[in-house]
């Protein structure tokens, strides 16, 4: 099988690349289950994006620096502020429904950690209508194919260049398709751990397959733990988006009082990470569980804007309007990934990546709230422009010179651990390589997991990288905590770390 372009993955990055390859040649998308089965789709809260009265890309820029715990790459952060705005009026053109105010203008959301009201949405449903404005618009583009159930398992490559995948069918059968340039758009990796707002299809395969045909990953020990995902025994970890204490909701302990301000001076909307640590260090004083409650919302309006959310509650025997609802972190996001310029180059010629899959420093230490979907927006356009252009033909390892290269492995595992099952391997790092972190813990996650092997789940060899990297990195910074470096340490640590496979 042959084909000029080849893109793995189908959310916003994929799609959005898809339509930058409109009348370029054949385009073939290959997706691991059915089209729709991403992290495109749970996205709830919005898009950001510098398109209000009085806002400004130079605000966002500062916002999103800010949020970044002092690792953005601001060459990254500046694509992403100042494309934005056009590409998501570009959206709108295509027909993406925003919310809209009563002069008919977009309706924008305040979400922690932002200056301004610049978060589009749709009810909160976001990243589902992105998505059908962009399938709707790729399905009248005549040179892309859709293989749906096509799990790629890895990458080709001849004479240090990517000629395409490896993928298995549903009935199992395995098989090659090679392309002139290969975008990995696969998303995250959150079922790395046990508890997360991901979908079961998220477990760091674009991640775990670069890294093995040589790619360079980076910040792989940056991920960001949502602090309010549904708690409740025998209900999924649904998510609770930001825009809820965007719009007014509060966290409080199980007396019914406010807490967040007692761990950060920004209270309900202080950063993820922080809020994330608050919920957890006030369980543990006050011993009781944490809800977020929207009791000083009129609930006709609660259940009109967060029509999806309301009725996660209900199947759950809970009313989001008048119940507290009980909370706790779980693993959402990675701002590390597959490395990357800002038009998705990554170090194998032939290569690209874009979205959460890729890193291009664009988040530093911590993501700003709504800047994933405008990320695989901006990004996901960059990187299919620069493959239409011909520019995966070299390799781009000057791009990277402000990387540090990893040192010696500081705890070589031992033999590949067979008995280890993903499940186990999810709790594994839950417990060890979470939200709070230490060294002893971190061996204790890598010596479960052991050396690599072949075969391996992908979920564990992302693991591997994650507390490998966690474990090297002797402070704490954005969404990495560790116990025993509680604090920042910029005179050793404020640089970003890569490495590739032996």
């Not at 993955?9 to 054949?26: E, F, Q, T, Y």
């Not at 976001?126 to 096509?150: D, F, K, P």
């Not at 000629?163 to 998303?187: K, S």
């Not at 990495?480 to 470096?485: A, V």
């Amino acid at each position: 099988m042959q084909a000029d372009f080849l893109i793995v993955g189908s959310g916003i990055a994929a799609l959005r690349a898809a339509a930058a390859l409109d009348g370029a040649g054949d385009v073939l998308v290959l997706t691991k289950a059915g089209p729709r089965a991403g992290n495109t789709g749970y996205a709830q809260g919005g898009i950001a994006a510098a398109v209000g009265p009085g806002d400004t890309p130079a605000r966002h820029f500062a916002d999103t620096v800010a949020a970044g715990d002092g690792l953005c790459d601001e060459h990254a952060v500046s694509a992403l502020v100042e494309d934005g705005p056009r590409y998501v009026r570009e959206l709108m053109d295509w027909g993406a429904a925003f919310d809209r105010a009563p002069d008919g203008t977009p309706e924008l959301a305040l979400e922690a950690a932002h200056s301004a009201r610049r978060v589009l949405h749709a009810r909160d449903a976001t990243g589902r209508e992105i998505g059908r404005a962009l399938w709707e618009r790729v399905a009248r583009i005549s040179n892309v194919r859709i293989h749906a159930h096509a799990r790629v398992v890895a990458l080709r490559i001849e004479d240090g260049r990517a000629v395409g995948v490896e993928f298995v069918e549903d009935d199992g059968a395995r098989r090659t398709e090679r392309a002139h340039c290969t975008l990995l758009a696969t998303g995250g990796a959150g079922q790395v751990y046990s508890e997360t707002t991901n979908p079961p299809v998220a477990t760091g395969d674009g991640v775990a397959m670069a890294y093995r045909a040589g790619a360079a990953v980076a910040d792989l020990e940056f991920v960001q733990f949502h602090p309010t995902a549904l708690k409740m025994p025998g209900q999924p970890r649904f998510l609770l988006s930001e825009a809820l204490r965007g719009e007014g909701a509060r966290l409080v302990n199980a007396a019914g009082e406010a807490f967040m301000a007692r761990y950060d001076p920004a209270g309900d909307l202080a950063p993820r990470d922080r809020v994330a640590r608050g919920i957890v260090r006030e369980a543990l004083r006050s011993g009781g569980e944490i809800y977020l409650t929207l009791d000083r919302l009129d609930p006709s309006f609660v259940h009109a804007r967060f029509p999806l959310i309301s009725e996660a509650c209900r199947r759950a025997g809970l009313d989001l309007a008048t119940d507290r609802i009980p909370v706790g972190p779980a693993a959402h996001y990675m701002m590390g990934g597959v490395v990357t310029d800002v038009d998705g180059r990554t170090t194998i010629p032939g290569l690209f990546a874009a979205g959460e899959v890729a890193c291009t420093g664009v988040h530093g230490a911590n993501r700003l709230a709504s800047n994933s979907l405008l990320e695989g927006l901006v990004f996901g356009a960059r990187a299919g422009l620069a493959m239409r252009a011909g520019d995966g033909a070299r390799g781009v390892r000057s791009a990277f010179a402000g990387l540090t290269v990893a040192g010696p492995d500081l705890a070589p595992g031992p033999p590949a651990n067979a008995d280890l099952t993903p499940g186990e391997a999810r709790r594994v790092m839950w417990e060890h390589a979470g939200l709070f972190r230490t060294a002893d813990g971190l061996r204790t996650a890598l010596a479960r997991l052991g050396a690599p092997a072949d075969g391996e789940d992908t979920s564990i060899t992302v693991g591997r990288l994650i507390a490998a990297a966690a474990l090297r990195r002797e402070e704490s910074r954005g969404g990495h905590f560790r116990l025993d470096y509680p604090d920042r340490d910029d005179s050793r640590w404020k640089h970003r770390i890569m490495e590739t496979v032996d």
